[in-house]
C-alpha cells in the first residue's frame, strides 16, 4: 500500500512538473504573440540610463561606445563608481567631460550597509536620475543601436511599469565548453523568467536588460524599499507585479544585449549561486514556493539516477525533469539562436549538464554557502 502511494505521489509530481513546463512554455509564446504588431514609438517620456560598476575599466569603454550609438538620441545617463580600484572612476569622468550636463557621475564610498553592493549603488544612481523612465544595465554588457528605442516604446501604455528583454553571451577569457554552456544556460534560464511574465506572474528577469517607470521604483521605495536581498533585480520585478504593474517581455532581437561570460568554471558556479540563492529564499511566497518546486524536483531527480536500476519506476523522475529543462532549451533554441542546426545537436548532452549543475547550485544554496560578488562575501538571504 505504501508502495502504491509513493508511486503516485512521483507519478503525480512527475506529471505536475511537466505540466508547468508546458504552461511556461505558453506564457513565452504568449509574449511573441503580443509583440508581433509591436512597432515601438519614439517616446514622450523622459529617459535614464543607470550604470553601477565597480572596477569595470577593461568592460566599461565598450559598454559607453554603444551608449553613444543609440538610435534615441536624447537621453540622460547616470554612472556610479562602487568604490573601484582601477581606473574606472576616469573613464566615467572622462565620458561626463566628453557629453557634458546629460551625463551624471557619482563616486560612492560609502559601504552598503546591510543591502547588497550593487542593490545600494542602483539605489544611489535611481534617486539621482531624472528620467521618468529607467533602464539598467551592466558595465561587461553591450548595449544594440535599436536599445532604448525599443525598450522604452512601451511605456506609451500607461499600465506597464517594467519591461525586461534578452541577451546573448560574448567571449569570455577561456573558450571551450564553459563558454558553449554558458550561451545555452542564460537564454534557457530567460525562458523562466519570460514564462512566467507571458502568463502573468512575473518573478524574475535579468537586470542588465531592464527598463523600470520612475513611478514603480517609488512606489517601493527605490531599491533599498525592497530589503535584504541577493537578487534586487527579480525582488523589484516581483514589488511592481503585487503593485500591479504590468511586466512585458521584450523579445525582439535589436534589443537583445551581449553581456561578457564568466572566464571560468568558479566565477560561473558563484555567479548561479548567487541568482539560486536569491531566487530560493526570495521574500516574496508566490515567487519562492514555486521555484523551490521545480529546483527540488530537479535535485531529486538528479540524485534519483543512480537508484535507477535497482529501483526502475524511479527513472520517471530525471525523465520529466529532462523533457522541462529540454522545452525551455529548445524554446531559446528555435527563437534566438542564429546557429540552430549546432544548437540542436548539442541540445542533449547540455541539457543533461544543466540538470546536474543547477542542482549542485541548489544544494549549495541549501547549505547557506555565501557567494560573492566583485570579492565580497554577501550576506543577505544566502545568511538567513
Given at each position: 500500500?505504501?508502495?502504491?502511494?509513493?508511486?503516485?505521489?512521483?507519478?503525480?509530481?512527475?506529471?505536475l512538473?511537466?505540466?508547468?513546463?508546458?504552461?511556461?512554455?505558453?506564457?513565452?509564446?504568449?509574449?511573441?504573440?503580443?509583440?508581433?504588431?509591436?512597432?515601438p514609438?519614439?517616446?514622450?517620456?523622459e529617459?535614464?540610463?543607470?550604470?553601477?560598476?565597480?572596477?569595470e575599466?577593461?568592460?566599461?569603454p565598450?559598454?559607453?561606445?554603444?551608449?553613444?550609438?543609440?538610435?534615441?538620441?536624447?537621453?540622460?545617463?547616470?554612472?556610479?563608481?562602487?568604490?573601484?580600484?582601477?581606473?574606472?572612476?576616469?573613464?566615467m569622468?572622462?565620458?561626463q567631460?566628453?557629453?557634458?550636463?546629460?551625463?551624471?557621475?557619482v563616486?560612492n564610498?560609502?559601504e552598503?550597509?546591510?543591502?547588497?553592493?550593487k542593490?545600494?549603488a542602483?539605489?544611489?544612481?535611481?534617486?539621482?536620475?531624472?528620467?521618468?523612465?529607467?533602464?539598467?544595465?551592466?558595465?561587461?554588457?553591450?548595449?544594440?543601436?535599436?536599445?532604448?528605442?525599443?525598450?522604452?516604446?512601451?511605456?506609451?501604455?500607461?499600465?506597464?511599469?517594467?519591461?525586461?528583454?534578452?541577451?546573448?553571451?560574448?567571449?569570455?577569457?577561456?573558450g571551450?565548453?564553459?563558454?558553449?554552456?554558458?550561451?545555452?544556460?542564460?537564454?534557457l534560464?530567460?525562458?523562466?523568467?519570460?514564462?512566467?511574465?507571458?502568463?502573468?506572474?512575473?518573478?524574475?528577469?535579468f537586470?542588465?536588460?531592464?527598463?523600470?517607470?520612475?513611478?514603480?521604483?517609488?512606489?517601493?521605495?527605490?531599491?533599498?524599499g525592497?530589503?535584504?536581498?541577493?537578487?534586487?533585480d527579480?525582488?523589484?520585478?516581483?514589488?511592481?507585479?503585487?503593485?500591479?504593474?504590468?511586466?512585458?517581455?521584450?523579445?525582439?532581437?535589436?534589443?537583445?544585449i551581449?553581456?561578457?561570460?564568466?572566464?571560468?568554471?568558479?566565477?560561473?558556479?558563484?555567479?548561479?549561486?548567487?541568482?539560486?540563492t536569491?531566487?530560493?529564499?526570495?521574500q516574496?511566497?508566490?515567487t519562492?514556493?514555486?521555484?523551490?518546486?521545480?529546483?527540488l524536483?530537479?535535485?531529486?531527480?538528479v540524485?534519483?539516477?543512480?537508484?535507477?536500476?535497482?529501483?526502475?519506476?524511479?527513472?520517471?523522475l530525471?525523465?520529466?525533469?529532462?523533457?522541462a529543462?529540454?522545452?525551455?532549451?529548445?524554446?531559446?533554441?528555435i527563437l534566438?539562436?542564429?546557429?540552430?542546426?549546432?544548437?540542436?545537436?548539442?541540445?542533449?548532452?547540455?541539457?543533461?549538464?544543466?540538470m546536474?549543475f543547477?542542482?549542485?547550485?541548489?544544494?549549495?544554496?541549501?547549505?547557506?554557502?555565501?557567494?560573492?560578488?566583485?570579492?565580497?562575501?554577501?550576506?543577505?538571504q544566502?545568511?538567513?
Amino acid at each position: 500500500m505504501v508502495s502504491e502511494l509513493l508511486l503516485y505521489a512521483l507519478a503525480g509530481a512527475s506529471g505536475l512538473i511537466v505540466l508547468v513546463h508546458l504552461a511556461l512554455a505558453i506564457g513565452v509564446l504568449v509574449n511573441l504573440v503580443r509583440d508581433a504588431g509591436y512597432s515601438p514609438a519614439p517616446t514622450a517620456l523622459e529617459v535614464s540610463v543607470v550604470v553601477a560598476a565597480k572596477d569595470e575599466e577593461r568592460n566599461l569603454p565598450a559598454l559607453l561606445a554603444s551608449l553613444e550609438a543609440q538610435s534615441l538620441r536624447h537621453f540622460q545617463i547616470v554612472l556610479v563608481d562602487d568604490r573601484s580600484e582601477d581606473r574606472t572612476a576616469a573613464l566615467m569622468d572622462a565620458f561626463q567631460a566628453r557629453h557634458g550636463r546629460r551625463v551624471a557621475v557619482v563616486h560612492n564610498r560609502e559601504e552598503p550597509g546591510t543591502l547588497n553592493p550593487k542593490q545600494a549603488a542602483l539605489d544611489i544612481a535611481a534617486r539621482l536620475a531624472s528620467g521618468e523612465v529607467l533602464v539598467f544595465t551592466d558595465a561587461d554588457c553591450v548595449v544594440p543601436p535599436q536599445w532604448l528605442a525599443g525598450l522604452t516604446g512601451y511605456f506609451t501604455d500607461p499600465r506597464v511599469g517594467i519591461v525586461f528583454g534578452q541577451m546573448a553571451l560574448g567571449a569570455p577569457r577561456a573558450g571551450g565548453f564553459l563558454a558553449r554552456f554558458q550561451a545555452f544556460d542564460q537564454p534557457l534560464i530567460h525562458q523562466w523568467n519570460s514564462g512566467t511574465a507571458g502568463l502573468g506572474m512575473p518573478g524574475s528577469c535579468f537586470g542588465n536588460n531592464l527598463a523600470a517607470r520612475r513611478e514603480v521604483l517609488q512606489e517601493v521605495g527605490g531599491f533599498r524599499g525592497l530589503g535584504d536581498t541577493l537578487t534586487e533585480d527579480a525582488a523589484l520585478v516581483s514589488a511592481a507585479a503585487k503593485r500591479r504593474w504590468r511586466v512585458r517581455v521584450c523579445t525582439r532581437r535589436s534589443t537583445m544585449i551581449v553581456t561578457r561570460a564568466q572566464g571560468t568554471w568558479g566565477e560561473f558556479l558563484n555567479q548561479h549561486l548567487r541568482w539560486n540563492t536569491g531566487a530560493f529564499f526570495h521574500q516574496d511566497a508566490g515567487t519562492r514556493l514555486p521555484y523551490r518546486f521545480i529546483v527540488l524536483f530537479l535535485t531529486v531527480s538528479v540524485l534519483a539516477i543512480p537508484l535507477c536500476p535497482f529501483f526502475p519506476q524511479l527513472a520517471m523522475l530525471p525523465a520529466a525533469s529532462f523533457l522541462a529543462v529540454g522545452l525551455m532549451g529548445f524554446l531559446a533554441g528555435i527563437l534566438y539562436r542564429r546557429d540552430l542546426a549546432a544548437y540542436l545537436l548539442r541540445l542533449v548532452p547540455y541539457t543533461l549538464f544543466f540538470m546536474g549543475f543547477y542542482s549542485l547550485a541548489t544544494v549549495l544554496s541549501m547549505l547557506r554557502l555565501t557567494p560573492e560578488w566583485k570579492g565580497r562575501k554577501l550576506g543577505g538571504q544566502a545568511g538567513k
